[in-house]
């Protein structure tokens, strides 16, 4: 009987929100100031009723509500630490991020409408992390696509929101079909849509791993419908194409809703850890996408743009890890990069302004190899001292070998910059006291959410040979890239360098291809057309009429 009243209580936060998005559809001018302040009670519940479910679980373990529905698929909620942590986060951000709004949104007479929009968006968000089936799982994972796509079309007479929109939408239904697939193959695998019963009998039964095609054919379409959702290469470029959105729906999206496909793997993980592919193919996209758009991001202009790329590295990076089986590590992740992202949205006015403050750059001095060497040996035995100092068994725990190299690779670029510049011991006092803090901050938490998780995700193994082969390859890509930018105040006249530098600032042109794969651009064409004259315009669209003739002759 507790359970169940827990259970409505919680499912009162979505229901709230969606009742919100109703409502607002029906407002006018007058009534914006009701909307406002039913959202802002709605977001203080949802921060109540998130800590509050989260307490009682703590205390008395986790469950899922009765299911509504037929033959093991319908409607039920799951409350655990997973489903909490997540509910929690959201409720959290939606609170600030629709705070944000009502300034950011002041005065614009259709005010109401975007509040309601981003409720429902929420209300979607939140349904999908405490979904106890894969029914109400998969409506909630369509839901928060089509939410998304109101608000990304908020502004419908932008040309550019348009082509996002446009993009995201085809790789949104390939996303659903995808996961519809994975479904579809897990219930012919356990005959239930319960997820409770579907990780038991993983657990209960692991001769079924590798010897199973429908859960080998599961956990790949699971990777896939993650790999689109969160905007993985090459079918990244419509998430730096959004910024033509109000600011508060790019911190939703990069802080919240990209999140899904990492958390779509990390619900799961049960069942791609019996499968043997999906797990690679999660290693080799998300390892690939970190190092395109940490590279890319490097070389972007603008501020919204380059966190575009950054996110786009983030969500691979967080893939990639949950391949190598470091559960705990990219929950961890998912939830720090929430955040961060969400305030650097948020403040990207504040950022502008103190770039343009600065007066003067300081710039590093021609490396050497001897400070290269020093940078690499001073983040190794940082970063590896406090591992080992937190009791961590690297032997036994390989895949966070992996991680933990990619990490101190990113320290060494931090010491070398240090080092690079005139000798100034309070600048190599402040890299050391960084990287310090980073290890400790990875290690501590790392471990806090595998004490967490850790009856919700499988416990730490040794990663197969092949993903110790591919997590290999991309430590040494990955070394190449950092060599390659500790070298760049000695390299940056080359002319190889420059040209490198141009396709990268352009995305090696991976979205002008999906561009013409999706006929993106027919968008800008048509809405240029507009502008011309009646009798040019016609002029322009018979010459292309006529090009297309040619072309099918």
Known sequence: MEEKIISMITLLSPVLFALIAIGSRFQSGGKIPQIIQSIRIASFVSIIIALSASLWVYYFG?????LIGIKEIGFSIRLDALSLLMLSMISILGAVIINFSFNYLDGDPRQGIFL????????SVQLLVISGNIGVLFISWVMTSMTLHRLLLFYPERVRAQVAAKKKFVLARLGDVSLFLAFSFIYLEFGTGNLGEIFSTIQNAESIAGNSASLELSALFLAIAAILKSALFPTHGWLVEVMETPTPVSALLHAGLLNAGPFLIIRMSFLMEASSIAPLVLMIMGGFTALFASIVYLTQPSVKTALGYSSIGHMGFSLMV????????????????????AHSFLSSGSAIEALQGQKMIRIPKKVSLNSMIISFLLSSFTF???GLVWGVEFENELGLVVLSGIIVLGLAKLFNSAISMNWNPDLFLKAFLISFTVSMAFFGLERGFHFLLQNQIPALTNPSAGKLMIGTVLLLLFGISIIIQMLSSNIHFSSYYRAWGVHFKNGLYANIWFDRLLDSLSIIQESSLETLPEQEAEKVKSEKESRLQEQWA
């Not at 309601?116 to 209300?123: F, H």
């Open 62 to 66: 986790a469950f899922e509500s009765p």
């Open 116 to 123: 309601g929009r981003l409720a429902a968006t929420l209300a």
């Open 322 to 341: 949950c391949g190598l089986g470091v559960y705990s590590a990219a929950m961890l992740h998912l939830v720090a990069h929430s955040f961060y992202k």
């Open 384 to 386: 590896l001292g406090i």
